[in-house]
């Protein structure tokens, strides 16, 4: 974008701007500074507000019938380039609809026709990146055991994963989280970053789940291979994720582990390390990013921390009376988010198999410390000297309690019963699937360990297996996730709350991407999270519920700010997560190859 030719300006100046960038036939003569002020304006001042500057010069005295066109013409582009703000601010469709009316009284009904907010479609339909396609897991067949699992086809599904997750962050969500400097009140993103550090975690486990030193190298060298193919496939924030989980503290102590590893594999690890370390505020992940073209999926940590270093260095205005803007600041703060956005209209081509999906998503799902697994490090390989004047050894763990009694502390309101198990039963339907070799319809002792080594943070066999008769039935399964989802508060599940609703303009199913048809009642919409979907799809639809969050906006207090989502995806929310920071890695430990990486 070209530089504008003032560093500060008022509101009001700007949106002059803006309305005579238009012609009075609608044509855009330089749409750098109308797109930039129509994202960032929320940063300070809250899109109602810009909606009511709009109407009352659309009725001063000296507006003419040119003047009019303009604004009308302007609001026309806001609606097509950010719909999102009026399918999810009423107040700010409403104002609109105000404007329209006023319009029409007047008699000015061309220019009425130009700013219809009832033809704004379905967001997620509008922001959907991705779909579902049901015949695609029936033709594509693979093993979803780790040990047999191509690197590849795990590339891919991560991608998918984090991606989906990805577009799901607006532009309140990056605004929130600058002005906080944290992922309070800002549960999407936050459910984006844990996600992030999932992956990292889930890799640790991995390796520390097997016995011998041996069996460890060869699970750290397939997840070198897949760091190759996530950097194949220009997926840079997974890729951190799988450098950073392999560079934990409790795997790079591993000596007699890293000795089964091969120089060449090293070499290649010790590359990847330098791609993503911080040394030179991230320079060489910085141009091999800038290099990349088609999909690329940034590290948004790195672009997080770009987002609060322009906030803290430059205020938000040039004068104490905060009546002049600072352009400086948002031009530097909209190339960062512009950069992000684009990122979101460049799908991954990635076909995703829906019972790997299932499978991985239930892996994720970690409930560990860091120091449990540091201490599962120490069980695995013990500190084997005792340096003279050092602080005694920590003495191994005791033994833990049922990974269910563990999630207990984490309880939670109950949500609709017989939703969560349609969608556990999913689930475990692919564990049967997948792993119920014999196909005898219960899980044997030597099945059960193949999940195990999927999935090492499960409980013991005898935990499964109620009965005691030496084999896990589907609906012994069933009970055991259920009570661990119960115990979750259903963080395990994906719980929705569905009415029976009658749709006033399109809308398309979250399921199977189809239009819902009908006049009255056509479909159901979930009263937690807003998600749309035909009846027959109900019962298959594998998206998380995670309730809405209030607003936020600038100048105001979080408990009562007005959202802003000049920044479009989809708005599922994830739910009470620990707060999360962004923790600078010691270049020292780096260069040991030992950093730890959290979002």
């Not at 509101?11 to 994202?39: E, H, N, P, W, Y």
């Not at 303009?70 to 806001?78: A, T």
């Not at 844990?194 to 460890?216: D, E």
């Amino acid at each position: 974008m070209d530089s504008l030719p003032m560093e500060s300006a008022t509101v009001d100046a700007l949106v002059d701007a803006c309305i005579q960038a238009f012609d009075v036939t609608g044509k855009l003569q330089d749409s750098s500074l109308v797109r930039m002020f129509l994202m960032m304006h929320p940063w300070y001042l809250p899109s109602t507000e810009l909606a009511k500057k709009l109407l009352l010069k659309s009725q001063e005295d000296g507006c003419t019938a040119d003047l009019r066109s303009r604004i009308c013409h302007l609001v026309k582009y806001w609606i097509s380039e950010f719909p999102v703000e009026f399918n999810l601010n009423p107040a700010l469709a409403e104002q609109i609809r105000d404007l329209r009316e006023q319009l029409n009284t007047e008699g000015n009904e061309r220019e009425s026709q130009l700013i219809d907010v009832e033809s704004v479609p379905s967001y997620k339909w509008k922001r959907q990146v991705t779909q579902r396609v049901p015949s695609v897991s029936k033709k594509r067949k693979m093993s979803l055991l780790f040990d047999h699992l191509d690197s590849s086809e795990l590339a891919e599904h991560l991608t998918y994963l984090e991606y989906k997750s990805f577009c799901k962050i607006l532009f309140q969500d990056y605004h929130s989280f600058v002005r906080h400097g944290c992922t309070v009140d800002n549960p999407i993103l936050e459910r984006f970053i844990t996600l992030f550090n999932s992956v990292s975690q889930w890799i640790q486990l991995m390796v520390l789940s097997k016995p011998t030193a041996q069996q460890r190298a060869a699970v750290i060298t397939h997840f070198i291979r897949l760091a190759q193919k996530l950097l194949q496939l220009q997926n840079f924030n997974t890729l951190m994720a799988v450098v950073g989980g392999l560079s934990n503290s409790s795997i790079s102590r591993l000596k007699d582990t890293q000795a089964h590893i091969s120089n060449d594999t090293n070499k290649i690890f010790n590359s990847l390390i330098e791609l993503v370390t911080s040394c030179g505020n991230y320079s060489q992940y910085r141009r091999r990013f800038a290099d990349c073209s088609g999909f690329k999926f940034p590290i948004l940590g790195v672009h997080l921390k770009d987002l609060i270093a322009v906030h803290v260095a430059l205020p938000d205005w040039t004068d104490p009376e905060k009546t002049r803007v600072n352009l400086t600041k948002t031009q530097q703060l909209y190339a960062i988010l512009q950069e992000l956005a684009l990122v979101q209209t460049t799908p991954p081509n990635v076909e995703a198999n829906t019972d790997l999906l299932n499978l991985l998503t239930v892996s994720l799902d970690q409930y560990h410390t860091e120091d449990e697994i540091y201490q599962l490090s120490l069980q695995r390989e013990p500190r084997s000297t005792k340096p003279a004047n050092s602080s005694p050894t920590p003495s191994p763990a005791p033994k833990r309690p049922s990974m269910i009694d563990e999630w207990a502390a984490s309880v939670k309101p109950k949500a609709d019963p017989a939703i969560i198990t349609k969608h556990i039963e999913k689930m475990v339907d692919s564990v049967f699937k997948n792993f119920d070799t014999d196909g005898d319809g219960h899980i044997s002792r030597e099945e059960f360990e193949s999940i195990r080594n999927n999935f090492p943070y499960l409980s013991k066999f005898g935990e499964l297996d109620t009965n005691q008769d030496g084999k896990i039935s589907r609906e012994e399964m069933i009970d055991y996730f259920m009570k661990a989802s119960s115990l979750l508060n259903c963080k395990m599940g994906f719980i929705h709350t569905f009415t029976e609703t009658t749709y006033v303009k399109p809308t398309f199913c979250e399921h199977c991407t189809g239009f819902i048809w009908g006049f009255y009642k056509q479909g159901y919409k979930c009263k937690v999270c807003g998600v749309n979907c035909h009846k027959a799809c109900r019962s298959r639809l594998a998206v998380e519920c995670r309730k809405r969050t209030k607003s936020i906006s600038h100048e105001t207090p979080p408990a009562l700010q007005a959202r802003s989502y000049s920044f479009p995806p989809p708005s599922n929310t994830p739910v009470n997560l620990q707060n999360t920071v962004i923790a600078e890695e010691d270049p020292e430990a780096a260069g040991e190859g030992g950093f730890d990486v959290h979002l």
